[in-house]
């Protein structure tokens, strides 16, 4: 399970560093997937984010964020489809960014498989709790009482 | 070579930010799933919260963080998977900073108004 990076108490300069280091480092083991899923998940997070950042703190005042204004985002079916990418995307590459830096800084084995099990549960129940909002307004009727409650 | 360099800092910014975000994304989609519980719910009372100033700021720091990660994470796939990136990883790494400043302008120019109630 651990990376090479992390046997070697931090030392980054033994991190594999290109697409060949990987492969030649993680041979066909899951760390192989999770690395090439960083790079390809992260660049999906750059647009999804900044269009994310953009809608929200832009071309709006976040200090006015208030339920209808959530709830009218998350009854329209783009936002709910867009956000449902951001979500899935950026928990995946977050959570395991976080398993990443456990792994780096927590070096017994038994703490460092708590604060794992830790994450990992929190992490899937915090995602539940995520796609429940994004599911909670349908798309017809609520989008319809929301707006109602807008005017 | 390595430590103390360009190439230390950049690791040691991207970690930092990305243990913050991940750390905001998990508050975050806990406070927003808080709409479940309708208008009459916890949600208003949580979002007026969140918008005094201390917090509005620390969401400047959320948008910097995202910025800077964006950017040096474009960098890092730059140095995987081209045959250049490495041997301009530094100047690269100047380059997300200066890109992250001057994106910072137009950000601070909308939200610093907002926060002082002048916008």
Known sequence: ?151 | MYRGREGQWAFVFHRMSGVALALYLLLHVIDISLVMWGPDGPFNAFLAFYHQWPFRIGLILIIAGVVYHALNGLRIIMMDFTTWGVRYQAPLWYGVLGLTALIGIPVLWKIVPEILGIA
Do not use: C
């Open chain 1, 1 to 151: 399970m651990a990376r090479p990076s992390a046997t070697t108490g931090g030392a980054r300069a033994t991190a594999p560093r290109t697409l060949r280091d990987a492969k030649a480092a993680y041979g066909t083991n899951p760390e192989l997937a999770w690395w090439v899923f960083m790079r390809i998940s992260g660049f999906l997070l750059v647009v999804l984010t900044f269009g994310h950042l953009w809608a929200n703190n832009m071309a709006f005042n976040a200090g006015e964020i208030d339920f209808a204004y959530v709830a009218g985002r998350l009854s329209q079916p783009g936002v709910k489809l867009y956000d449902s990418f951001l979500l899935l995307f950026a928990m995946l590459h977050g959570v395991n960014g976080l398993r990443y830096s456990l792994e780096d800084y927590v070096k017994r084995p038994g703490a460092r498989f708590w604060w794992k099990a830790v994450l990992f549960t929190a992490a899937a129940a915090i995602f539940v709790l995520g796609v429940m909002a994004l599911w909670t307004f349908s798309f017809d009727e609520m989008g319809a009482a929301v707006r109602a409650l807008n005017e």
